[in-house]
């Protein structure tokens, strides 16, 4: 039984079951989600397979611990090794990470179009032209435009504010969103159901006709004869409920599976399931963008819980120095974790939630690391290098300035070394940090590569046809196809490129 | 892998660090009215095997921290709420990173923990999904 119509709750599943379809697509997010919905719209019979739950508006709740245990992977605990950690947040939910993202849209940078073509020989599949065509369907398709004046809310607009002020280019985010009521609650599942994400667009459009989806289902294994996937293994799990046992089942795919499950899971996936055909790169070449926050008292009051969660960009520093600058309406949770002290002074901080602005930096980072896959599943070893960590201590030196220029009595610039708290005075301190990872409080929201695209088996896994080299029906449409990483937010590329593979898959089957 | 009663109380104790009762002007919340710890063990119950045994290191080592960082000879909760403090403000600013992510993890997981009451998220003048205020917002 589940909540729609072709929806199936794996946790009332009590016994082995098979089922079959033309495809089965494991992972219901950015990638799968329209991967599915193309191959659905082409006439063909497609399953969806999900480890997360499938939560409606009605399930989402005001408070950072239930969205966790609900809607993140492994309860939110997840961290990338390394000398530093690196903590990540993944969706693993129908609808996954886009579900509990800030909805940013941003169409893929001409260079990394051009740099994918010349360096891994894409450009037959990938360009301009064929992007264009699928970032045009995708934004009528989720009514993409840029946030409403009105609801962006103190953080945004302190933000967009101090750009002007700095003369540093910047903007209004463009998101796929409809009703947005700024509630500054992204992060933890929209409760009025504006965002766009495809647990309400692609995959309820295809559960309508005909396509069906297994959530609370985790793949364990890709089923595969002589070189050929011909489904995949399950198991149905029932969360939260204690001494369950654990059923299994199997999903047969006629003519495809499509792994779309993020750039952890993908690869780990064809690894474990020893599919890796002729190529030797599964799991390697995999990349982050990781960034760092920092926060400032003023005293107007901001109101951090009213606007969208990020609302305001600036991409000024982007081609010159690698990364962009963005606000983040954190949740008090979350902005407790850096607020310094403890007992009354921490309390005092914490009381002033409203007098305070949040925002945040990401690097375009050089670093690759690897996909390790071990008896506790998929570990993502990676680690920023000492040029990704001096422009992260530059970017938050930028964003402190900015942050005093409009005002701010201090701010905590989150690096080890120097004062929690620093003053307009004191921020020539941030010059002395140490660029070592570890003396930053590090996080990554976009992670890419790992199975990624190429002509060449020693350094990509999938071809053009987003085929895993030299495994007949297998198939990857996620961000791990990836050559490079992106120094922008990539659900839209995810989106498109995700778009285009499902058309060639489909096209492919006929 | 549950916590034990041992591990329940520093896990009480640690959290009250952060957030000891009576002292906020608008922050009345007591820890145990809401339920933190309790909330805590449950969601750590639904970490991965190596978060959940990390977690366990996490309050073993927290438990001797007074000792080894030279703050006290008695273990964290024999201390009274200064030493205690002292003891996890050395934590922080420890020269060994794991000891400083250890410190970090625990304020995080205390004030996610925390703040998952409503009425704490009330006192600090955050609105429900249901104020008024989010319908005068609503954008096209």
């Known amino acids: 039984m589940g909540k729609f119509k072709n929806h199936i709750d794996a946790a009332d599943i009590s016994k082995y079951r ?78 996954g990470s886009p579900l509990i993202n800030s909805a940013i849209v941003w169409r893929t940078p001409e260079e990394v179009v051009d740099e994918w073509a010349e360096k891994f020989g894409t450009g037959n599949v990938i360009n301009n032209r064929t992007l264009e065509y699928a970032f045009e369907k995708i934004e009528k398709l989720l009514n993409i435009h840029p946030i409403e004046e009105e609801i962006l809310g103190g953080n945004n607009l302190l933000f967009k504010e101090a750009c002007e002020k700095m003369g540093y280019e910047s903007r209004v985010i463009r998101r796929n969103t409809r009703g947005c009521h700024g509630s500054n609650r992204c992060v933890q599942g929209c409760p009025f159901k504006a965002k766009l994400s495809p647990d309400v667009t692609f995959v309820p459009w295809s559960l309508e006709k005909g396509a069906r989806v297994y959530s609370n289902c ?50 780990h996936l064809i690894r474990k399931s020893r599919l890796q055909g002729d190529s030797k790169a599964v799991g390697k070449f995999f990349m982050a963008h990781p960034g760092v926050g920092i926060g400032g008292i003023f005293d107007r009051e901001i109101n951090i819980s009213l606007g969208p969660s990020q609302g305001y960009e600036s991409p000024h520093f982007r081609k010159g120095h690698h990364f962009k600058m963005e606000t983040i309406g954190l949740p008090i949770e979350l902005l407790s974790a850096r607020t310094p002290g403890f007992g009354r002074e921490f309390m005092k901080r914490i009381e002033n939630y409203n007098y305070v602005a949040v925002w945040d930096s990401y690097v375009k980072s050089e670093a690759h690391g690897q996909v390790m896959s071990t008896i506790f599943g998929p570990v993502p070893k990676y680690e920023p290098t ?3 960590t001096e422009i992260l201590i530059f970017a938050i030196k930028k964003m402190a300035e900015m942050m005093f220029e409009v005002g701010a009595k201090v701010v905590f610039p989150g690096i080890y070394g120097i004062p929690e708290e620093i003053t307009k005075d004191q921020l020539n301190l941030i010059d002395e940090a140490e660029p070592d990872p570890r003396n930053l409080l590090l996080y990554a929201s976009h992670l890419f590569g790992g199975a990624r695209m190429g002509v060449d088996p020693r350094i990509s896994v999938v071809d053009l046809n987003f085929k895993v080299h030299g495994v007949e ?3 990857v449409t996620d961000a791990s196809v990836f050559p490079t990483n992106l120094g922008v937010n990539p659900q839209h590329t995810v989106m498109a490129v995700s778009m285009i593979g499902a058309e060639r898959i489909g096209e492919s089957a006929r | 892998m549950a916590f034990n009663r041992w591990e329940k109380r520093t896990l009480e104790k640690i959290v009250e660090v952060f957030f000891p009762p009576g002292v906020g002007d ?13 909330r805590l063990d449950y969601m750590i119950s639904r970490y991965p095997l190596q978060a959940r045994l990390l977690f366990h290191i996490v309050i073993w080592v927290t438990y001797w921290a007074p000792i080894f960082l030279f703050v006290s000879i008695l273990p964290f909760n024999f201390l009274n709420w ?32 925390f703040f998952a009451d409503e009425e704490a998220r009330r006192e600090v003048g955050i609105p429900g999904i249901d104020d008024p205020i989010y319908s005068k917002y609503m954008g096209g």
């Open chain 2, 26 to 38: 608008r922050l009345k919340r007591d820890l145990i009215e809401a339920g933190t710890v309790e």
């Open chain 1, 473 to 475: 029906n297998l198939f």
């Open chain 1, 18 to 95: 098979e089922d079959s379809a033309d495809f089965v697509v494991v992972g219901t997010g950015a990638g799968g989600g329209i991967a599915g919905w193309v191959l659905t719209e082409m006439g063909y019979e497609v399953i969806w397979v999900e480890a997360g739950p499938y939560m409606t508006a009605e399930d989402f709740r005001d408070d950072v611990y239930t969205s966790m245990l609900n809607l993140a992977k492994d309860a939110g605990a997840t961290s990338m090794m390394g000398r530093a950690i690196v903590t990540y947040l993944q969706g693993s939910c129908v609808g």
């Open chain 1, 386 to 388: 000492k040029r990704d």
């Open chain 2, 82 to 113: 200064e030493k205690r403090k002292k003891a996890m403000e050395k934590m922080f600013y420890s020269r060994i990173y794991y000891v400083r992510q250890f410190a970090n993890l625990l304020k995080l997981v205390a004030a996610i923990s």
């Open chain 1, 218 to 267: 985790r793949v364990v294994k890709i089923i595969s004869k002589n070189r050929k996937a011909t489904g995949v293994e399950v198991v149905f799990k029932e969360r939260g409920k204690e001494n369950y046992r654990p059923v299994k089942g199997r999903i047969y795919a006629r003519r495809g599976v499509i792994l779309a499950a993020g750039a952890i899971d993908t690869p």
